[in-house]
């Protein structure tokens, strides 16, 4: 590793210690791993939490998870029917003008609708219809993995 530093009634040696009680010129990563740890967990734990911030309780469905590039734009449908855009809440009628100004792709763009297990289902079909009549074809519903008991 390296050399220490000090004189010994021998002479100098080579190795880690040159004397008893002489100075040990070695590097200690054990409280870097354990910040490395710390950090990984709590990162583990975060990520999860910082998809979407609209509080839903999607329901559950047997359907296999999409595969996807880009983070697609996101309806929200509350328990209450108010409905939001990313994280901001719209109007209904105001949904279609404010998907154009933002879509990068145009009427390609995919739109996935999150709707609450006990929100009214004719809001969520009404977001799902005026996304669908201005043009909007990539549209997708949002539910959780079924768990099996």
Do not use: C, H, W
Request: zero cysteines; glycine letters at 8%.
């Amino acid at each position: 590793m390296g050399m220490s530093v000090g004189t010994a009634s021998k002479g100098r040696r080579r190795g880690r210690r040159a004397a008893r009680g002489g100075v040990i010129s070695e590097i200690n990563v054990t409280p870097f791993v354990d910040v490395m740890l710390v950090l990984l967990i709590i990162f583990m734990v975060a990520a999860p939490l910082l998809t979407v911030g609209v509080p839903i309780d999607l329901p559950e469905t047997q359907a296999n998870a999409l595969n996807s590039e880009t983070q697609p734009i996101t309806v929200s449908v509350n328990d209450q029917g108010q409905v939001y855009l990313q994280e901001t809440e719209v109007p209904l009628n105001e949904v279609v003008a404010k998907l154009q100004a933002i879509a990068r792709s145009g009427y390609e763009e995919r739109i996935y609708v999150r709707g609450d297990r006990s929100a009214d289902y004719g809001t969520v079909m009404q977001v799902m219809a005026r996304i669908s009549a201005a043009g909007y074809r990539n549209l997708g519903l949002v539910t959780l993995q079924e768990q099996e008991n």
